[in-house]
């Protein structure tokens, strides 16, 4: 596609659900981003994907989150158990190294709320 | 640990302004540097890259420039809009197409 694509665009889940969120990222790009973004707060990073394998988890919050990417496409973020402070937007972006400086781009998030 | 510090957190100007943003980075061995705008509600929208080894990078009003060696950049936005009023946030990355560090963004608001 012509951009980052995630859905849901909102998400509203009761406390102690699973919940999974999707990137589509720009076609090529071989690195994915999941971040997450709380009220007032900056971005967190979460977790990155260099094809389909996470050089870096280091931001995963706690072992209720996992992320994998398929066909060095498609990522899945997903949430189990959730607790209300798992609310937030998470954001994804992709971004390509094709021999000049990599710019990143961003999908229009999804929002989580959890009651 | 590479740390993305914004200076002012908010500012408002009124319309027609030029304004400078400030972002400061603690480890100056940085593989380019990004400026993005946030409107509320929204996801990022990519505005400027600087590469390394450049020293600034204009898109229109918009002008953005990099010590690397001293840790900053900085933001001009020349001639302000009421539509300009949006988050303004400056994030680097350490090499590759490894993850960008943010800084908590300024919060812009251009008074017609």
């Known amino acids: 596609g012509a951009g980052v694509s995630q859905s849901p665009s909102n998400k509203v889940t009761e406390k102690g659900k699973d919940v999974e969120l999707r990137c589509d990222p720009i076609?090529?790009?071989?690195?994915l981003y999941w971040y997450r973004q709380s009220l007032g707060q900056g971005l967190e990073f979460l977790i990155y994907?260099?094809?389909?394998?996470?050089?870096?988890k280091s931001g995963l919050p706690s072992d209720r989150f996992s992320a994998e990417r398929t066909g060095g496409s498609v990522s899945t973020l997903t949430i189990q158990r959730t607790q209300q402070e798992d609310s937030a937007v998470y954001l994804c972006a992709s971004s390509s190294y094709r021999g000049h400086s990599p710019e990143a781009f961003f999908g229009q998030g999804t929002r989580l709320t959890v009651v | 640990k590479q740390e993305v510090t914004q200076i002012p957190a908010a500012l408002s100007v009124p319309e027609g302004e030029n304004l400078v943003l400030n972002c400061s980075f603690t480890?100056?061995?940085?593989?380019?540097l990004q400026w993005f705008r946030q409107d509320p509600g929204k996801g990022l929208t990519s505005l400027l890259l600087?590469?390394?080894?450049?020293r600034e990078q204009t898109s229109g009003r918009l002008n953005a420039s990099l010590d690397k060696s001293s840790g900053r950049s900085t933001l001009y936005i020349a001639a302000s809009q009421p539509g300009d009023s949006a988050t303004y946030l400056c994030a680097v990355r350490q090499g590759g197409n490894t993850p960008l560090v943010f800084g908590k963004g300024t919060r812009l608001s251009v008074i017609a």
């Open positions: 600087i590469q390394s080894s450049q």
């Open positions: 076609s090529g790009h071989t690195a």
């Open positions: 480890d100056s061995a940085i593989y380019n």
């Open positions: 994907f260099q094809g389909n394998s996470a050089p870096d």
